[in-house]
């Protein structure tokens, strides 16, 4: 019984590790280089900052955009992708400190007292 919690544990953590991994690495999908070339193009007198956020994907679309309907899409698939892999993390972030939890209370319960 004490090998199925250490077995739980690993798995948790292993889960906790990936979640954190995905958080701190994630972030808003990059923009295609000829868009971002473009939006940098239009917002050099705006200043460094508004020329580095030409890098996400939804910024520099709603900068270059021509028509209306096909910025929308484009935005809208981009905040999508970012939205489903944070909730991914944080659900593998929730689910691997429960089974890190529950394994370490399953092997304390198994110990010899």
Request: with cysteine.
């Amino acid at each position: 019984m004490k090998k199925n919690a250490l077995v739980l544990s690993v798995v948790g953590i292993v889960m906790t590790i990936s979640a954190v991994v995905m958080l701190l690495t994630g972030g808003p999908p990059k923009a295609d280089p000829a868009v971002t070339a473009q939006c940098q193009q239009r917002m050099s007198d705006q200043g460094a900052e508004m020329m580095k956020r030409c890098d996400e994907a939804a910024f520099a679309t709603a900068m270059t955009a021509t028509d209306a309907n096909t910025a929308a899409r484009a935005i809208s698939a981009a905040n999508n992708a970012e939205i489903g892999g944070n909730a991914l993390a944080m659900f593998l972030l929730g689910l691997g400190i429960v089974l890190t939890i529950g394994g370490v209370i399953a092997s304390r319960r198994n110990r010899p007292m």
